[in-house]
């Protein structure tokens, strides 16, 4: 009786591990019908991140060009001050050395406005070229922000088509977990997870596993259909179970009818041949 009852216990595993994966396949389809549009609303959503970075960091330099500019002009003023004074001192001087001293001071500071001055006319120019970079950086920002947009828009009216039965799916899909056993579960989510195809339990199709299509010996086929425990396929790890009882009708007898047709034909054809031989030898 416990034999039975353990039995039962595993075919009634193997369907709802069943169920199980065709609820996920049936979420995986929903999924599918999106594409690529998730991944390219992500990319463009990154893209335009870094672009915004970048416009912060354009800004930042033309401010910094900006401050040097006006720090330049504040020494410029400074001396052209200082060489104002001189010129007033050099009306003063008693001896050589200190007009010598004077001229000298007056040809640095205008050395130095020359100076700041290509500093200004260097510093401007970069502050153009940023303001260009600037208006183009925006520009692409705009350009992504819109493609962005449609994207987003394509996104949410297909979501919006699937979003009431998948989540009618996923809570079946809740459900059905919590009716499996944590060990079984856990097994059968990495196997799905490794999966090219997203199949953690599959059918026998054929003599051969429904996931990766090798050749399944007779007596594992036996000991599948018999469902007294959990089998799993040697060359690509999925769980398997016996067509009837994952509720999936096989067809195999239409194969095997094409022989006897043949060979109707062929002996008609013979009867043919050999009534028109004995027709010409009676003429």
């Known amino acids: 009786m416990a034999k039975k009852e353990s039995e039962i216990s595993v075919e009634s595993k193997l369907q709802t591990l ?29 893209e335009i991140a870094g672009l915004k970075t970048r416009v912060e960091h354009i800004e930042g330099d033309i401010s910094d060009f900006q401050q040097a500019v006006a720090q330049k002009q504040g020494e410029i003023k400074e001396a052209e001050e200082s060489v104002e004074r001189y010129k007033k001192q050099l009306d003063e001087v008693r001896n050589n050395r200190e007009y010598d001293t004077l001229t000298k001071e007056i040809e640095f500071q205008s050395l130095e406005i020359e100076l700041c001055n290509k500093k200004i006319k260097e510093a401007n120019a970069k502050v153009e070229d940023k303001k260009r970079e600037l208006i183009r950086t925006n520009d692409l920002i705009n350009d992504r922000q819109q493609a962005l947009d449609e994207k987003k828009s394509e996104l949410d009216e297909i979501m919006q088509e699937t979003r009431e039965e998948e989540q009618a799916l996923k809570a079946k899909a809740e459900d059905l977990e919590t009716k499996i056993e944590p060990r079984l579960l856990s097994s059968f989510k990495r196997i799905r997870k490794n999966a090219r195809n997203g199949l953690g339990i599959v059918y026998v199709q054929r ?13 594992r086929q036996l000991d599948i259909k018999m469902h007294k425990k959990i089998i799993v396929c040697e060359y690509c ?15 195999e007898t ?7 047709k043949r060979k109707r034909a062929t002996t008609r054809k013979t009867a043919s041949k050999k009534s028109e031989e004995s027709e010409t030898k009676l003429s």
């Open 254 to 260: 239409e194969v095997v009818d094409d022989k006897p």
């Open 18 to 46: 069943y169920q199980l994966q065709t609820t996920l396949s049936a979420i995986d389809e929903k999924r599918a019908l999106r594409g690529e549009l998730p991944l390219e609303v992500q990319d463009l959503e990154d």
């Open 207 to 219: 003599d051969a596993c429904g996931g990766c299509f090798n050749k399944i010996p007779p007596q």
């Open 237 to 251: 790890g999925r769980i398997m179970i016996d067509p009837e009882l994952a509720g999936v009708k096989t067809v």
